[in-house]
Nanobody, 126 residues
């Protein structure tokens, strides 16, 4: 089990940038694939980006491809989400999560993630 704490959210104008961080603790962090999800008011939680345990495989939902970048630093037990060219539709609570099972693959299914952070709010104004 890992404990996860997100930070870096805030209010930004459209076209701006934010970098979210997800600080982890626990012995298994570096062996777990990680994901970022978001949930807007009245909508289901959706997958944003995923990264395997050692960063060899990245996955993005189509709406953020080319604008967002996921990365990790296992020495710091931290996962990042760099968000550029932000749009009002990116407004949501963003969560990081640690995937269950093998760390060499990612998944877009929230049920396959066993540990979640508390979330950080991102608001993009038009």
């Amino acid at each position: 089990q890992v404990q996860l704490v997100e930070s870096g959210g805030g209010l930004v104008q459209a076209g701006g940038s934010l970098r979210l961080s997800c600080a982890g603790s626990g012995d298994t962090f570096s062996s777990r694939a990680m994901g970022w999800f978001r949930q807007a008011p009245g909508k289901d939680r959706e997958f944003v980006a995923g990264i395997t345990a050692y960063g060899g495989v990245l996955d993005y939902t189509s709406s953020v491809l080319g604008r967002f970048t996921i990365s990790r630093d296992n020495a710091k037990k931290t996962v990042y989400l760099q968000m550029n060219s932000l749009k009002p539709e990116d407004t949501a609570v963003y969560y990081c999560a640690a995937k269950l099972g093998a760390g060499y693959s990612t998944t877009r299914l929230a049920n396959n993630y066993g540990d979640w952070g508390q979330g950080t709010q991102v608001t993009v104004s038009s």
